[in-house]
């Protein structure tokens, strides 16, 4: 059986409507962009809760929705090139990335797996909350 060659672009255009936009289309015509992406704000929640402990009443709450996990996996050393090369095969029409091996989706299953949450039960949504803050 003969492979095919590869092809790091996308076959056809057809349902990605921000192709014109987007920065994979920078690799696909060969040329490589020096940017790596940085976050764009230094948080230092983490220097926080080392050196302020959490009230016994919120860890509570948070081990009682699963995310106290969260807190105590901690900082994480972040890999920016790799977030870079993520953020390049995103496809926002498709929730996918498009990987030269395929295309990969993230489910709540995968988030599940890799912070312990629970994603089972009632969802928590409040829409019109975060729309009033955020003033949208």
Wanted: charged letters at 20%; aromatic letters at 10%; proline letters at 7%.
């Amino acid at each position: 059986m003969e492979v095919p060659p590869l092809h790091p672009g996308p076959a056809t255009l057809e349902l990605l409507l921000l192709q014109g936009e987007h920065r994979s289309s920078y690799i696909w015509e060969g040329q490589l962009l020096a940017q790596t992406f940085r976050a764009r704000r230094v948080d230092n929640m983490w220097d926080f809760l080392t050196s302020h402990p959490l009230h016994p009443r919120i860890v509570r709450c948070l081990q009682d929705t699963g995310f106290y996990r969260i807190v105590e996996i901690g900082r994480l050393q972040l890999d920016w090139s790799l977030i870079t090369t993520l953020i390049e095969r995103w496809r926002p029409e498709t929730h996918t990335f498009h990987l030269s091996i395929g295309d990969a989706t993230i489910m709540l299953q995968d988030v599940k797996v890799l912070y312990g949450l629970p994603v089972g039960g009632y969802h928590v949504a409040l829409p019109n909350a975060i729309r009033e803050y955020t003033g949208l």
